[in-house]
């Protein structure tokens, strides 16, 4: 891939190891009925597009589960700890990879995030790794509610690529899901789909993209 100038990362289960069915029973827990098609990997509530997107506040999303769930008298840290249980950490070795790359390539980061996970996931770099954010390891990182956009639409990718003059060509883009690396190809981005059988150390070394 001597062509590839560029590489985007995605972060749940790229980066950072994400599991939804641990979510899953966080929210069967809180009382939510048919929690699979509530949220699960390839599709959800139409509430948590709009929290990724910045339409509507942390608390206005609380307020959603309570009236989802039926549930009332859920407290704000009930919510939160259920919600965060879909974050499970970064293997150290994906760090290494991150900062290898930046130093061969232009590095981006976009993730469809909100509010709560960005909170938590600031917080757990800062005690696990003692660094405040995700910004040292990448030229620009484009989190979704603050862009107020989320992939998979395209205007997300075009944003992107008319914002940090990104040629599709020469960019590589890593995912896990199939709906957002397809807008990408669509796009003429290089597109990878990250499996959990595969991982990103593994990948960037057997593809050439990292040789130390």
């Given at each position: 891939?001597?062509?590839?100038?560029?590489i985007i990362f995605d972060y749940g289960n790229?980066?950072?190891?994400?599991?939804?069915?641990?979510?899953?029973?966080?929210?069967?827990?809180?009382?939510?009925?048919?929690?699979?098609?509530?949220?699960?990997?390839?599709?959800?509530?139409?509430?948590f597009n709009e929290f990724?997107?910045?339409?509507?506040?942390?608390?206005?999303?609380?307020?959603g589960v309570r009236r989802i769930s039926g549930e009332p008298g859920l407290?704000?840290?009930?919510?939160?700890?259920?919600?965060?249980?879909l974050?499970?950490?970064?293997?150290?070795?994906?760090?290494?990879?991150?900062?290898k790359?930046?130093?061969?390539?232009?590095?981006?980061?976009?993730s469809n995030i909100n509010e709560i996970h960005m909170d938590y996931i600031n917080d757990y770099?800062?005690?696990?790794?003692?660094?405040?954010?995700?910004?040292?390891f990448f030229e620009k990182v484009y989190y979704s509610h603050l862009i107020r956009m989320r992939k998979?639409?395209?205007?997300?990718f075009e944003f992107v690529a008319r914002d940090s003059n990104l040629i599709p060509e020469e960019t590589l883009y890593i995912d896990d899901s199939p709906q957002h690396l397809k807008t990408a190809q669509e796009m003429g981005f290089n597109t990878y789909l990250m499996t959990k059988d595969d991982s990103l150390e593994k990948y960037m070394y057997r593809e050439g993209l990292l040789t130390s």
């Open positions: 891939m001597n062509f590839i100038k560029n790229v980066i950072f190891n994400i599991d939804f069915n641990k979510t899953q029973h966080s929210f069967t827990e809180l009382g939510i009925k048919n929690v699979e098609r509530f949220f699960a990997h390839a599709g959800h509530d139409p509430i990724e997107k910045g339409n509507i506040s942390s608390a206005e999303f609380r307020d407290t704000d840290d009930q919510i939160d700890n259920a919600w965060n249980t974050l499970i950490g970064v293997p150290p070795v994906n760090h290494e990879i991150l900062l790359a930046k130093k061969q390539y232009r590095t981006f980061l976009l770099l800062n005690r696990e790794y003692h660094i405040e954010s995700n910004d040292v998979p639409d395209r205007e997300i």
